[in-house]
């Protein structure tokens, strides 16, 4: 029905043993009767044992990727005619877009972003290109992974804003609940029947379980605490496991760092501007003429922390993390952020 | 909506060669339109793009009344530079800009000036001491105190010679390491800092140059009873992108590329001086 309207569908699915976002055209792609096992460095899906739908928690990626491309032109040159560049901007094909299963840590990080792209300063035209054509359905996240920590951070695990329609899964089926005129008129082509009182008290239910989750950041800005801090031994101490991969900036969705790169054709006519995504991890990051202000782990870990849970306050009116604990399940050494976070603010580790 | 990361063509209408790994390129918008509408404030950069090999942030350092030229002193230090470094007249380039916040040069009026700058840092100044010294008589006494590694980094001797004739003007330079020919103070650039007159009360001072060297003058300025709102320096980080999105010159909270380049002393306290920011 989405891709009579002329949406492309954009759906959870099972991908290289994980559960990833792409075009998908029929319900049978979903991953039914899957769920999944996180931990800090673990992730492997398993047998639900029921015939849920969204009976899982969220992959490595959603939605950051579907409107700040890993790797995207932003414009082209060409120098046909000696002492003349022609300048082209690249904007992103209009098309689209219905993602289906998006969760509220995800709408979090995505309204970071439209703050970041589009309201502060200079609006990006390929950020807004991409987000304009978003009809989000989301879904109401049951079964939180032990990562997760969204309810610390005040972003889930319930959807409250930011998307068109949104579905609680439910054991006989989905409540479905529209935002928007775009959601409405959605739902309005579907047959539904009235929700009943049984299946709303079901869905509270599930909602007040999905609540108790393991982890917690402080839910409020550390700029002082971190501050206070910048010399803690632990900065050294988590640098001793650290690899600097960049994997948690990479599957973080509100990280937003990005590098321009140019490629020229071999054969000289024109060259491509793009740009793709960095990480504060590498050693590019903090260059300048020859010197290197981050040359250290412990002051890249630092600053992803101090970034996410101080200065991101300053910047954008709330703190950085969303609470989806993807830094934790990809981080290859299994480093705990909350945990971290705890032992440098707070001084104290989990029981 | 115009597309903020689009440059716009851009032709070299003279090249000087400053110093052994310096230039400057003297541009001109192709599109008399674009050239027409442009203005910047002295301390904002612009983005200069070479055709097939990048982008780079440079200061401006032409006086930003003259509406017909845009001037930018470039050091040959990586690899755009170094390419950029063999483009002669009629060539084309790529700008966008300006970019961030300049110099407070209208506080600045009625006050005393205080101009240190260390290394190629005089260049985001340059255009800061044209401007002064085009309206001299807004602006109180006048100290220009520059330190280079070696005499051949020192540029643009001649203008330091035309701002020494201003009215109630000081020109205090210093080399670390001299040669005979040098006439100025060979040793630290501190080290002229007791000859500077200004009213502590009523001054700006103006910082650029490598953070350690701004360091000293802070502290030195502090310790005098200057306020550390009236102590502005341009700071320097990884740019890429010159708009705010990128995130690479991120210091502590602030963009630099759009928050700055230019900041007061009182905003950069937290972390100034502190590694890894």
Sequence with gaps: MLEQRGYTCIGPQVREQAIQYDVIHHIDELPRGVSDDQAPGHYRLKNSGHERYFAWANGPQALK????????????????????IKFQEILPEKKPLAVIGVRSCDIAALYIHDKHFLQ???????????????????????HPAKTCFCVSTGDGPSAHYGYDLLLTELDDGFVIQAHTEKGISVKQQLHLSAV??????????????????????????????LMENLTHPRWEEIANRCLSCGNCTSVCPTCFCHSEVEEPALDGTHSVHFRQW????????????????RPDTSLRYRQWMMHKLGTWHQQFGRSGCVGCGRCITWCPVGIDFT???????EGKEYD | MTNPYLPMQAEVIERIQESPNMYTLRLRFTDPATQATYSFEPGQFN?????????????IVSDPKD???????IRAVGRVTNAMSSLNVGDVIGVRGPYGRGWPLLEAEQRDVVVVTGGLGCAPVVSVLNYIANRRERFGKLNIVQGVKHTCDFIWRERYDHWRELPDTRVLLAADDGEPIWPFHIGRVTDLFTQMEFNREHVIVMLCGPEGMMRVVVKYMLEQGVAGNKIWLSMERNMQCGIGHCGHCQYGGKFVCKDGPVFSYEELKPLFGKRGF
């Design chain 1, 196 to 225: 009943t009182a049984m299946q709303l008290e079901a869905l509270d239910r599930a909602m007040a379980q999905s609540k108790q989750q393991q982890r917690h950041l402080p839910s409020k800005d550390l700029s002082y605490e």
């Design chain 1, 120 to 142: 502060h300063g200079y609006r990006d035209p390929c950020y807004l290109a991409r987000r304009d054509e978003l009809l989000l359905i989301a879904v109401n996240c049951t």
């Design chain 2, 67 to 73: 509406e017909h030229i845009i001037d930018h002193t």
């Design chain 2, 47 to 59: 983005m200069l793009y070479l055709y097939g090999v990048g982008e780079i942030p440079i200061s």
């Design chain 1, 278 to 293: 960095d990480s504060c991890f590498s050693q590019k990051h903090s260059y300048i003429h020859g010197l290197t202000i």
């Design chain 1, 339 to 345: 945990e971290e976070a705890r032992i440098i603010c």
């Design chain 1, 65 to 84: 990727p579907l409107v700040f491309s890993p790797s995207e032109p932003l414009w082209q040159s060409a120098n046909e005619t000696k002492g003349q």
